[in-house]
């Protein structure tokens, strides 16, 4: 089997050029986690070719097997952070059975990490609504159409599903199924991790209690 796929190992010369990547401490000097994430984030808009809102949610299955996959992440304050999908999805039955994920962002052009583990709760009718209402209707219709993770014959059946539910809605607004909602993240812990040279990365892990957010320091 070839390997030739594989990048190698960075040599020396190749640490060396980025020895200087992420070295600013002071980064970590302020106690509010959410307030980093936030900061991170928006550098991470500047320099993503897309999606820096990209995250890849963790959940367990009814047989405790892990299943994840990519969602964007919709909104974050000090109450969590926000995403929305389908509730009959395999992610909105495990969710539904197991309130606990984990979720993870990386930034290629930062070379840095964020993960989050926490308990998940569902948003209120009005906040999937309002952020339903916020979406090109195209999707809104999308949304109608797809019975996601489902098994689906073939494309042009749920091309067929599309335009069955276009012709439903046409000259009206397109409302959000019942089916359909957010989640909320509420976080326990939060560690950011930077990219260091030769593989002596930087961590620092913050974790919530009943007085608030402490903040350990973890070996690469």
Excluded: C
């Amino acid at each position: 089997m070839s390997h030739s796929v594989i990048p190698p190992s960075p040599s020396h010369d190749d640490y060396a050029a980025q020895l200087a990547a992420n070295a600013d401490d002071t980064v970590y000097d302020g106690d509010n986690p959410v307030a980093l994430f936030i900061d991170w984030l928006a550098q991470a808009r500047q320099t993503e070719p897309n999606d820096a809102n990209a995250m890849t949610l963790a959940t367990v299955d009814a047989d405790g097997m892990p299943d994840a996959r990519i969602v964007l992440l919709k909104d974050i304050d000090a109450d969590g952070l926000t995403f929305f999908s389908n509730t009959q999805s395999a992610k909105g039955q495990e969710l539904a059975d197991r309130p606990v994920a984990a979720l993870v962002f990386h930034w290629k052009s930062l070379r840095r990490q964020v993960r989050v583990r926490g308990v998940v709760e569902p948003v209120s009718a009005a906040e999937a609504d309002a952020y339903f209402a916020s979406r090109a209707r195209e999707s809104r219709i999308g949304a109608w159409a797809s019975d996601q993770s489902r098994p689906l014959d073939s494309r042009a059946q749920l091309e067929q599903r599309v335009q069955e539910q276009t012709e439903r809605f046409e000259g009206q607004d397109v409302p959000r199924p019942a089916h359909w909602t957010g989640w909320r993240l509420k976080p326990q812990s939060i560690e950011f991790w930077r990219d260091r040279a030769f593989r002596l990365h930087d961590r620092m892990q913050f974790r919530k209690d009943a007085e608030g957010w402490t903040k350990t320091r973890l070996y690469p």
